[in-house]
């Protein structure tokens, strides 16, 4: 655990309080305008799982990620996305299973805070039947928290669902949330 989470994670009433009010008034779900240039990339079976604990409990030995769930009405802190296809491996339900991940997360509410990641792989926030959402900071290493809003997850699957070419390609991009830059990506695990 990097010294400024330690810190950050004894204050958790503190923190408990400073999570970001400011709304983007761009959503993330406008027509997608999908990159047509494709990297090279799988599901990376090494990247951490993060566990999510209920807001404002701190696990007793954290994980190497884990992130606070805030049972809220979802927020939109995040701006615009690109969207880029990431040549997959792509089993057979993987997309039906995306979809599924998504109408979950609509029929709850709440908000993801980002406490203590790897900074240099992706990590999977959240993943359901072989579809993974799956973050990391543009630029490593950091030791910043990253806020995604429920509405910044509904929007990014929605929009990568659609890009995904009936799931033949999964899709990633980069998306400002608060200060920093979070690349995210939606690939079959």
């Known amino acids: 655990m990097r010294p400024r989470q330690v810190l950050s994670s004894l ?3 503190a923190t408990a309080f400073s999570l970001p009010t400011s709304t983007s008034t761009s959503p993330t779900s406008s027509p997608v305008d999908l990159d047509t240039r494709a990297t090279a990339a799988t ?3 090494a990247s951490p799982t993060c566990d999510i604990v209920d807001f404002p409990t701190t696990p007793t030995n954290p994980p190497k990620c884990w992130a606070w769930f805030a049972k809220t009405t979802p927020s939109d802190y995040c701006g ?3 969207f880029t296809p990431v040549d997959i491996a792509a089993p057979a339900n993987w997309l039906a299973a995306c979809v599924s991940l998504r109408e979950t997360l609509l029929d709850g509410t709440g908000d993801f805070f980002l406490a203590d990641y790897e900074t240099d792989q992706f990590n999977t926030l959240l993943s359901q039947d072989g579809c993974a959402l ?3 900071p543009q630029t490593a290493p950091s030791d910043e928290q990253i806020y995604v809003g429920g509405t910044d997850v509904t929007d990014i699957l929605g929009s990568a669902i659609a890009a ?3 799931g033949k390609v999964g899709v990633e991009g980069t998306m400002p949330c608060g200060d920093d830059t979070v690349q995210w990506r939606m690939v079959p695990v």
Request: glycine share 0%.
């Open 164 to 166: 995904s070419r009936a």
């Open 11 to 13: 204050m958790v009433p």
């Open 80 to 82: 615009d996305s690109t």
């Open 134 to 136: 799956q973050l990391k």
């Open 43 to 45: 599901s990376d079976d």
